[in-house]
């Protein structure tokens, strides 16, 4: 194995084998028991992360996430939290968060209508929303928004779209659930569909906002709406998925690891069938004339289902 990665590295240096990508920018690593978590970041600060996306399930612990955010701050990372508002809006978390050096903090906010937003987010989290808005105000702690969409927050995106721009919040991620043409739901936006409503929230925002989108989720009818709107995508396009056991997983396609953190360096992962698939994917021209000058072709064309993200 030393010796295949020796010829390996030769080629590569003498230019007659393609070189890897270089590490990926940003990581999301979902908040997990504090011995789990505690030797992932020295290993992406290794590889030359510089920024950690800390993702939490449903009630996590404030204690373990303030730890894991100053240790990953500690390396010289920059730290975003994403979570659900009435998960991060609870006593000081908030004010411990902004303590401990982190620098951005997500949260979902998926409709202007309350009663849209809580049946996907869940009972009362639309006021936890708007207070945590307020907050991170009086904090000065930068807010991101991410928007889900899906066919009920579609209905009301201009409504949405209006409230935050009262509200000056300009970092606006979109994260769709898709499902293919051949394979419609009503929960799901369709490959077709995803097109023009990328190109309308573009136009409508343009210079208002500072629009990210992520890979698409493929919608799995065997979870509830709800569910998929809570697990979030799993990274933005230009990071990395890195599982609390160490699986490296890249931002799109079958959630399938290419190696793990605690035994493999970036390049042989980089390697790997499974983000050399990822790779040509994002290297193929993203551009055609159906939709010239889209960001959101940036993360691979929406009607792609090869460029959605599932499992």
Same mark, same amino acid.
């Given at each position: 194995?030393?010796?295949?990665? !020796?010829?390996?590295?030769?080629?590569?240096?003498?230019?007659?084998?393609?070189?890897?990508?270089?590490?990926?920018?940003?990581?999301?690593?979902?908040?997990?028991?504090?011995?789990?978590?505690?030797?992932?970041?020295?290993?992406?600060?290794?590889?030359?992360?510089?920024?950690? #996306?800390?993702?939490?399930?449903?009630?996590?612990?404030?204690?373990?996430?303030? #730890?894991?955010?100053?240790?990953?701050?500690?390396?010289?990372?920059?730290?975003?939290?994403?979570?659900?508002?009435?998960?991060?809006?609870?006593? @000081?978390?908030?004010?411990? /968060?902004?303590?401990? =050096?982190?620098?951005?903090?997500?949260?979902? !906010?998926?409709?202007?209508?309350?009663?849209? #937003?809580?049946?996907?987010? =869940?009972? %009362?989290?639309?006021?936890? *929303?708007?207070?945590?808005?307020?907050?991170?105000?009086?904090?000065?702690?930068? /807010?991101?928004?991410?928007?889900?969409?899906?066919?009920?927050?579609? @209905?009301?995106?201009?409504?949405?779209?209006? /409230?935050?721009?009262?509200?000056?919040?300009?970092?606006?991620?979109? +994260?769709?659930?898709?499902?293919?043409?051949?394979?419609?739901?009503?929960?799901?936006?369709?490959?077709?569909? /995803?097109?023009?409503?990328?190109?309308?929230?573009?136009?409508?925002?343009?210079?208002? +906002?500072?629009?990210?989108?992520?890979?698409?989720?493929?919608?799995?009818?065997?979870?509830?709406?709800?569910? #998929?709107?809570?697990?979030?995508?799993?990274?933005?396009?230009?990071?990395?998925?890195?599982?609390?056991? =160490?699986?490296?997983?890249?931002?799109?396609?079958?959630?399938?690891?290419? %190696?793990?953190? +605690?035994?493999?360096?970036?390049?042989?992962?980089?390697?790997?069938?499974? !983000?050399?698939?990822?790779?040509?994917?994002?290297?193929?021209?993203?551009?055609?004339?159906?939709?010239? %000058?889209?960001? *959101?072709?940036?993360?691979?064309?929406?009607?792609?289902?090869?460029?959605?993200?599932?499992?």
């Amino acid at each position: 194995m030393a010796f295949k990665q !020796f010829l390996q590295d030769l080629c590569e240096r003498l230019g007659l084998a393609e070189a890897p990508p270089p590490p990926p920018r940003a990581a999301d690593v979902p908040l997990a028991d504090p011995q789990q978590l505690r030797p992932i970041f020295p290993r992406l600060a290794v590889w030359g992360v510089k920024q950690i #996306h800390l993702i939490l399930g449903d009630e996590p612990e404030a204690g373990d996430l303030v #730890h894991a955010a100053r240790q990953a701050v500690e390396l010289g990372m920059r730290v975003s939290v994403r979570g659900r508002a009435s998960d991060l809006a609870q006593a @000081k978390l908030l004010s411990d /968060l902004a303590a401990a =050096g982190v620098q951005e903090i997500e949260i979902p !906010f998926l409709s202007a209508i309350g009663e849209v #937003h809580d049946a996907l987010a =869940g009972a %009362g989290d639309y006021r936890c *929303a708007l207070r945590a808005m307020d907050r991170l105000a009086d904090l000065k702690l930068p /807010l991101a928004i991410q928007i889900v969409l899906v066919p009920s927050t579609w @209905k009301t995106i201009e409504r949405t779209l209006q /409230l935050l721009d009262d509200r000056r919040v300009r970092e606006v991620r979109c +994260f769709p659930i898709a499902c293919r043409d051949d394979e419609p739901s009503s929960w799901a936006i369709s490959a077709s569909e /995803l097109l023009a409503a990328a190109r309308w929230i573009e136009q409508s925002g343009e210079s208002r +906002f500072n629009f990210t989108w992520f890979p698409p989720r493929r919608f799995d009818p065997s979870r509830t709406l709800a569910q #998929h709107v809570r697990r979030g995508p799993r990274a933005a396009a230009d990071a990395v998925r890195i599982e609390p056991d =160490g699986r490296v997983i890249p931002p799109a396609g079958p959630a399938v690891s290419g %190696g793990n953190l +605690f035994q493999d360096d970036w390049k042989p992962i980089a390697r790997s069938e499974v !983000f050399r698939a990822w790779k040509r994917r994002r290297t193929t021209p993203a551009r055609c004339a159906e939709c010239p %000058g889209l960001a *959101a072709c940036a993360v691979g064309c929406l009607r792609g289902v090869a460029n959605w993200s599932e499992g």
